[in-house]
């Protein structure tokens, strides 16, 4: 066993570790049972409240889990997102993020470094000629958000699954996590970051991607919904140990596909 | 006193439960699983409406927030998915589905209607469904498989290409869901309304005679 092997391990069993703690953190499962006996009459009899309830809260988090689990079986690799023509496009292409669009990040292009981290043994840090230099892919396609609207958008950049191999990153590892300039962090399954689809973009429409897009570069998924889609990515990194997200934190599903 | 015991208990053995226990268990599950879709689902509606004249106060709703009524949302369907799988599979089985429900033709159903708005209806037998009752029980049944089907083509619009195709794409299962829902929503009103003026309907579907 070489060094390298044994590094590895080493990340791999801290990830064990770190996933055990949560499940001790979270002995939601081992209750899964009684909450959905429990529930019914739980939700009788305290009216209102019963979403501030901790219980509760506990028992949605549980069934939540068991639907990242569901999708992950119901994700199937080789199904594609339907594509649109130019005809399609919806003009303008809605703006949303968690704040205002005046609050959006001014990223300086010449300064930029996308840094790239955890299981991965290749080029670490790209400037954005290198990114640009890849090959290139279109597609136009659906973007569906959590509230229910959905718009048709162009975008333009370079297979993910090709970059993540460019890398070297450890495809058999669970997770992909981003951080963005706006704060916002994501992080997504690697069956879905390996998806043909899935698109590290640079453009909107042929044009350089605008700030309000996400410049310097947006991770386009049609396979998930939009809060999924990380903008503004400074940092992406391979691991084994669950990264969360800035709403799944809050309590939107971890697996978010369509 | 012995012989009395036994021989009632024998009786109530001869005569089998309006509504067997399988039955009532699964009807009370829906319901409950029927209105934490209804009441979540009108907080999902809310985050984007369909259509925009139409906002339902979210007082009424339940989750708090988008994200708690998400996890309501698809907390529940799991309860109402193999709730009426069961529900489906014994009905049919048991052949209480045919029995119960046909024949029925619109002339009954018009007959019955007429009946019961003249206030000419009988309820004294409550273990045979009137026409009216017939075709709303069944109506509700289809619905609900509607309301599944274009709530999984709304939730996994790539994955279920056929299902997607079948609402119409996207955007029109959302319009689906919704009328289906509202559908659901009249059907209720008229549900607990009926049930309000044949209150032995109620005792019948808890204790089962």
Same mark, same amino acid.
């Given at each position: 066993?070489?060094?390298?092997?044994?590094?590895?391990?080493?990340?791999?069993?801290?990830?064990?570790?770190?996933?055990?703690?949560?499940?001790?953190?979270?002995?939601?499962?081992?209750?899964?049972?009684?909450?959905?006996?429990?529930?019914?009459?739980?939700?009788?009899?305290?009216?209102?409240?019963?979403?501030?309830?901790?219980?509760?809260?506990?028992?949605?988090?549980?069934?939540?889990?068991?639907?990242?689990?569901?999708?992950?079986?119901?994700?199937? !690799?080789?199904?594609?997102?339907?594509?649109?023509?130019?005809?399609?496009?919806?003009?303008?292409?809605?703006?949303?993020?968690?704040?205002?669009?005046?609050?959006?990040?001014?990223?300086?292009?010449?300064?930029?470094?996308?840094?790239?981290?955890?299981?991965?043994?290749?080029?670490?840090?790209?400037?954005?000629?290198?990114?640009?230099?890849? !090959?290139?892919?279109?597609?136009?396609?659906?973007?569906?958000?959590?509230?229910?609207?959905?718009?048709?958008?162009?975008?333009?950049?370079?297979?993910?699954?090709?970059?993540?191999?460019?890398?070297?990153?450890?495809?058999?590892?669970?997770?992909?996590?981003?951080?963005?300039?706006?704060?916002?962090?994501?992080?997504?399954?690697?069956?879905?970051?390996?998806?043909?689809?899935?698109?590290?973009?640079?453009?909107?429409?042929?044009?350089?991607?605008?700030?309000?897009?996400?410049?310097?570069?947006?991770?386009?998924?049609?396979?998930?919904?939009?809060?999924?889609?990380?903008?503004?990515?400074?940092?992406?990194?391979?691991?084994?140990?669950? !990264?969360?997200?800035?709403?799944?934190?809050?309590?939107?599903?971890?697996?978010?596909?369509? | 006193?012995?012989?009395?015991?036994?021989?009632?208990?024998?009786?109530?053995?001869?005569?089998?439960?309006?509504?067997?226990?399988?039955?009532?268990?699964?009807?009370?599950?829906?319901?409950?699983?029927?209105?934490?879709?209804? #009441?979540?689902?009108?907080?999902?509606?809310?985050?984007?409406?369909?259509?925009?004249?139409?906002?339902?106060?979210?007082?009424?709703?339940?989750?708090?927030?988008?994200?708690?009524?998400?996890?309501?949302?698809?907390?529940?369907?799991?309860?109402?998915?193999?709730?009426?799988?069961?529900?489906?599979?014994?009905?049919?089985?048991?052949?209480?589905?045919?029995?119960?429900?046909?024949?029925?033709?619109?002339?009954?159903?018009?007959?019955?209607?007429?009946?019961?708005?003249?206030?000419?209806?009988?309820?004294?037998?409550?273990?045979?469904?009137?026409?009216?009752?017939?075709?709303?029980?069944?109506?509700?049944?289809?619905? #609900?498989?509607?309301?599944?089907?274009? @709530?999984?083509?709304?939730?996994?619009?790539?994955?279920?290409?056929?299902?997607?195709?079948?609402?119409?794409?996207?955007?029109?299962?959302?319009?689906?869901?919704? @009328?289906?829902?509202?559908?659901?929503?009249?059907?209720?009103?008229?549900?607990?309304?009926?049930?309000?003026?044949?209150?032995?309907?109620?005792?019948?579907?808890?204790? @089962?005679?």
């Amino acid at each position: 066993m070489n060094t390298n092997d044994r590094k590895i391990m080493k990340l791999d069993r801290a990830s064990i570790l770190a996933d055990a703690r949560r499940e001790l953190d979270m002995p939601s499962r081992r209750l899964f049972g009684k909450r959905m006996l429990t529930l019914g009459g739980l939700s009788l009899l305290t009216g209102c409240s019963i979403t501030d309830e901790d219980s509760v809260n506990t028992f949605l988090t549980a069934v939540s889990r068991l639907n990242d689990r569901a999708q992950a079986l119901l994700f199937d !690799p080789k199904r594609f997102a339907p594509t649109y023509t130019e005809a399609q496009l919806t003009r303008p292409f809605p703006f949303n993020a968690y704040y205002g669009i005046d609050d959006v990040p001014h990223v300086d292009g010449g300064d930029y470094r996308l840094k790239v981290s955890g299981l991965v043994t290749g080029k670490r840090v790209w400037t954005l000629p290198e990114l640009y230099a890849l !090959p290139h892919a279109e597609q136009i396609t659906r973007h569906i958000c959590v509230e229910g609207w959905s718009a048709i958008g162009r975008w333009g950049g370079t297979p993910f699954s090709e970059f993540l191999r460019r890398v070297g990153a450890d495809t058999t590892a669970k997770y992909v996590g981003f951080r963005c300039a706006d704060d916002y962090y994501e992080s997504i399954d690697m069956p879905t970051a390996l998806h043909p689809q899935t698109l590290l973009t640079f453009e909107y429409d042929g044009e350089r991607l605008p700030a309000k897009y996400g410049y310097p570069m947006k991770l386009r998924m049609p396979t998930k919904l939009g809060y999924k889609n990380p903008k503004h990515i400074v940092e992406m990194f391979v691991t084994n140990t669950y !990264p969360g997200g800035y709403w799944v934190d809050q309590g939107y599903n971890w697996f978010g596909g369509s | 006193m012995q012989t009395t015991l036994t021989q009632t208990r024998e009786t109530a053995q001869r005569i089998p439960p309006i509504h067997p226990l399988w039955l009532r268990i699964t009807h009370w599950l829906n319901a409950f699983a029927a209105l934490i879709l209804m #009441l979540s689902g009108w907080r999902i509606y809310d985050a984007s409406p369909v259509f925009p004249g139409i906002v339902i106060p979210t007082s009424i709703t339940l989750g708090g927030w988008l994200g708690g009524a998400l996890q309501w949302h698809f907390a529940a369907m799991w309860l109402l998915v193999f709730n009426g799988i069961v529900y489906l599979a014994l009905n049919l089985a048991s052949g209480r589905f045919l029995a119960k429900f046909f024949p029925l033709s619109p002339r009954a159903v018009l007959h019955d209607l007429i009946a019961a708005l003249t206030g000419k209806l009988s309820h004294a037998d409550l273990r045979q469904y009137n026409a009216v009752q017939k075709l709303a029980y069944l109506f509700v049944v289809i619905d #609900l498989i509607v309301l599944v089907l274009s @709530g999984l083509a709304i939730w996994k619009s790539v994955q279920f290409p056929l299902l997607r195709e079948m609402m119409g794409g996207y955007d029109r299962a959302r319009v689906v869901h919704f @009328g289906a829902m509202a559908l659901m929503a009249a059907f209720v009103v008229v549900h607990v309304a009926m049930v309000a003026l044949v209150p032995r309907s109620l005792l019948t579907m808890l204790r @089962g005679r």
